[in-house]
T-cell receptor
Framework: DTGVSQDPRHKITKRGQNVTFRCDPI?????LYWYRQTLGQGPEFLTY????????KSRLLSDRFSAERPKGSFSTLEIQRTEQGDSAMYLC????????????FGDGTRLSIL | AQKITQTQPGMFVQEKEAVTLDCTYD???????LFWYKQPSSGEMIFLIY??????QNATEGRYSLNFQKARKSANLVISASQLGDSAMYFC???????????????FGQGTILTVHP
């Protein structure tokens, strides 16, 4: 069990640029989740996948955000035309199926918009 | 919609003492789960303990126990014998179980910063 892996750990970019983050879940987990966390707040749900199917998207996920999990393994989260308000920690989590199964989180990608 | 409320922005405890972190919740889902996570200053979210809404007994995991009072909609975390390494942010979260309207995602509270003094 190597844990949930996220890349990069930090991303600094200029406003208006596109960024893409990657998440590799724990290998036997078929569910994958994306959250956003701003300083001093709890994580906010963005979207989640079961295998390759995207089952739910938050209203927080504007048209500039897109997430994929093409083969039911790793996932990418892309933000187009970044804005100052996108600065946050982006957390990925994975879990097996089952209502009592906890979600295991990666270390996150910290995005800073200049 | 689900809502988690953590009313204690910060808590202090002496090393080796017990501490209770409060969590109240609101949901219309008939079946749900409650989770506690620890987030040290390094940033990773660490799962601590889980309580199902239909579980008859309060959950325990080592020094962590969950004081679940369903009628009051509270799920307080009790940490016994506090250690310096327990200093961190603690989040309460909930998720609807199968058949619920918010199945899958976790809804988090605002968190409580715990500081353990030597």
């Amino acid at each position: 069990d190597t844990g949930v892996s996220q890349d990069p750990r930090h991303k600094i970019t200029k406003r208006g640029q596109n960024v893409t983050f990657r998440c590799d879940p724990i290998s036997e987990h078929n569910r994958l989740y994306w959250y956003r966390q701003t300083l001093g707040q709890g994580p906010e749900f963005l979207t989640y996948f079961q295998n390759e199917a995207q089952l739910e998207k938050s209203r927080l996920l504007s048209d500039r955000f897109s997430a994929e999990r093409p083969k039911g393994s790793f996932s990418t989260l892309e933000i187009q035309r970044t804005e100052q308000g996108d600065s946050a920690m982006y957390l990925c989590a994975s879990s097996p199926a089952g209502s009592s199964q906890p979600q295991h989180f990666g270390d996150g990608t910290r995005l800073s918009i200049l | 919609a689900q809502k988690i409320t953590q009313t204690q922005p910060g808590m202090f405890v002496q090393e080796k003492e017990a501490v209770t972190l409060d969590c109240t919740y609101d949901t219309s889902d008939p079946s749900y789960g409650l989770f506690w996570y620890k987030q040290p200053s390094s940033g990773e979210m660490i799962f601590l303990i889980y309580q199902g809404s239909y579980d008859q007994q309060n959950a325990t995991e080592g020094r962590y126990s969950l004081n679940f009072q369903k009628a009051r909609k509270s799920a307080n975390l009790v940490i016994s014998a506090s250690q310096l390494g327990d200093s961190a942010m603690y989040f309460c979260a909930m998720r609807a179980n199968a058949g619920g309207t918010s199945y899958g995602k976790l809804t988090f509270g605002q968190g409580t910063i715990l500081t353990v003094h030597p």
